[in-house]
């Protein structure tokens, strides 16, 4: 990806209270806060902007899958009500410019150092403190490292044997270059159908004068129905902001939208049907929400696959590629996706589909790309391969704790987090949406401003009771790590090979990574742990042990659970709606 040269600059030393990594939205978020606390900070990012995921993916049709107006901090009603989006999903370029101004608003932008990767982070267990060293020449110390890395941001670039050989560039949707590619009048291949080959196929292929889909496992998607949001729309909902975002705190998924609690198997077919129909019609996510059992029972699952099934042999031409465009595993299994006539481009006559399910791509050539003994030419490849989700950030990092273990060989056969906020062996070191909290399977910000505002009162407290250090009990990370394995097992999305369990990276343990018993169940439990004077965490050095904390910023997030969608019965039974 073509940049400018990162400028060039003395290595940094120094101390300061809390060194954060990553200036996506957790980091800035994070970063408020702790200036807030009066705490120093230094924040690095790789890349040369803030945005994180929003920085680096800038490929055609990005956008986000959540409505603008819930995707998005709720920490500021001022900020709420001067920002306005212009679309009821928003493209990329305006989410990045969100960021910016946020950066701006809140004058955080001298406490970033840009264009700088963070290599290793050791923990000193003389002084109960973190040594961060960069890529620059860094060596800073700090008493907190605070990871904000996030979920998706570590570019999944399989390495197919000749890739060197071929003539042309190869892009990947999570490394797009900034200034954009034109795609005109070339002959382009596409590697994957995951989200964002979804969404950019339909742009390549109004630019591209032959457009080749390689898929390995057909996507569930569904319309996003995207629209200009008018003035009258964004007035009316912004008299009304706070008790949106009070009602998307008490759900499930952290957003809001209609759900119905009722089992489809005990709808009619005509009911079911006509259900369906309006779920489709509205688009966007919440199609998942038609009906109460959909992620739970497989017989009711089968009849919204089915309906998904004949909506895509309704929309494309061809019945063997409407074949093998239908997937034939769980609806909404693997993160559903959101589309703008995705299924509807394949009916032009310059795009095509190759299936590599049971012939996997062989090899490149200085051409194109060989599959079954068939060359395919090309003059540029995209590969839409995805991330190493959930931990890849924290691979590329050399994390050493305590006893000069690293966290790479703690996690060697899954991830183990208490809480996805901290790790036995590893004191003072934070995860922001970490594996074992909601993360992916809430609304992003949301789960981060949830984890900002924990943190931002446990670091304030220690401060307050002369706490050197804080770190999980083996037992308790154990218990949770247990916990969230056994609720995923209740979930139809713990049955296919996904993300989620890690098995896009060859070689990965197959663990479900993030907590899928629900967003408030989720945040009910950290309250309960930091009102019961950090249950689960021992706090070193602090006057007369763990004490609960004056609760500042964590009020907000203690909302009961919206029982308009899960009912006292769902609770006891782990069944909770996600999306």
């Not at 791509?361 to 194109?368: A, Q, V, Y």
């Not at 990276?505 to 169940?521: C, D, H």
């Not at 203690?558 to 006292?568: A, C, F, H, R, W």
Request: proline share 6%; net charge negative.
């Amino acid at each position: 990806m073509a940049q400018a040269s990162a400028a060039a600059r003395a290595p940094e030393t120094g101390a300061f209270d809390a060194v954060v990594v990553g200036a996506g939205f957790a980091g800035l978020y994070m970063l408020h806060r702790l200036r807030g606390l009066g705490f120093t900070a230094r924040v690095y990012e790789a890349g040369g902007g803030v945005g994180g995921t929003w920085y680096w993916n800038r490929y055609p049709g990005a956008r986000c899958d959540v409505e603008s107006l819930q995707y998005s901090f709720s920490f500021s009603e001022e900020l709420d009500q001067e920002w306005n989006w212009s679309e009821k999903y928003s493209p990329q370029p305006e989410i990045l410019a969100y960021a910016n101004h946020v950066a701006d608003r809140f004058d955080l932008r001298s406490q970033i150092v840009f264009d700088t990767r963070v290599m290793a982070a050791t923990f000193d267990e003389d002084t109960d403190s973190w040594l961060i060293e960069t890529d620059r020449g860094d060596r800073v110390t700090a008493k907190f490292c605070i990871m904000a890395v996030g979920c998706l941001s570590a570019p999944n670039c399989p390495a197919f044997p000749g890739m060197d050989d071929f003539r042309g560039p190869i892009y990947h949707t999570g490394e797009w270059p900034h200034e954009g590619v034109d795609f005109t009048g070339l002959r382009v291949g596409v590697i994957g159908t995951g989200s964002s080959a979804i969404q950019s196929i339909p742009i390549i292929a109004q630019q591209a004068a032959q457009l080749t889909v390689f898929q390995r496992t057909a996507t569930w998607s569904v319309p996003a129905r995207n629209e200009a949001l008018s003035e009258d729309y964004l007035k009316e909902a912004k008299a009304h902001y706070p008790e949106l975002r009070a009602k998307a705190r008490a759900r499930p998924t952290g957003f809001y939208f209609p759900f119905n609690m009722q089992p489809a198997l005990q709808a009619s077919p005509e009911q079911r049907k006509e259900q369906y129909e309006a779920a489709w019609e509205r688009g966007g996510l919440p199609f998942l929400g038609a009906y109460g059992d959909l992620l739970f029972e497989k017989a009711a699952n089968d009849t919204i696959a089915e309906f998904a099934r004949q909506k895509i042999r309704g929309i494309v031409k061809d019945p063997t590629t409407a074949e093998l465009l239908c997937p034939q595993n769980v609806f909404g299994c693997k993160r559903l996706c959101v589309d703008t006539d995705y299924f509807a481009t394949y009916n032009l006559p310059h795009v095509k589909l190759v299936d590599v399910s049971k012939t996997p791509i062989e090899r490149f050539t200085k051409e194109g790309i060989v599959v079954d003994g068939t060359e395919y030419k090309f003059d540029a490849v995209v590969s839409a391969t995805g991330f190493a989700a959930m931990t890849g950030a924290f691979d590329k990092i050399n994390i050493t704790g305590r006893g000069g273990r690293t966290l790479a060989e703690k996690w060697r056969a899954g991830p183990r987090a208490y809480l996805g906020l901290a790790s036995v062996g590893f004191p003072n070191l934070f995860m922001i949406t970490g594996p074992g909290s909601p993360s992916v399977l809430a609304s992003m910000i949301q789960a981060i401003e949830q984890h900002v505002d924990w943190l931002a009162d446990c670091l304030g407290h220690m401060r307050e009771t002369g706490a050197r250090s804080i770190e999980p009990l083996q037992a308790d990370e154990d218990a949770w790590v247990a916990h969230v394995n056994d609720v995923s097992t209740v979930s139809l999305r713990s049955t296919c090979s996904s993300w989620y369990v890690g098995t896009n990276i060859p070689g990965r343990p197959r663990v479900f990574m993030p907590y899928i018993g629900g967003f408030p169940v989720y945040v009910q439990k950290c309250n309960e742990v930091m009102n019961n004077a950090y249950e689960g965490f021992v706090l070193k050095g602090a006057r007369q042990g763990n004490t609960p904390p004056q609760v500042n910023f964590t009020e907000r997030w203690q909302v009961p659970l919206d029982i308009e969608v899960i009912s006292p019965a769902a609770v006891a039974a782990k069944r909770v709606p996600v999306v």
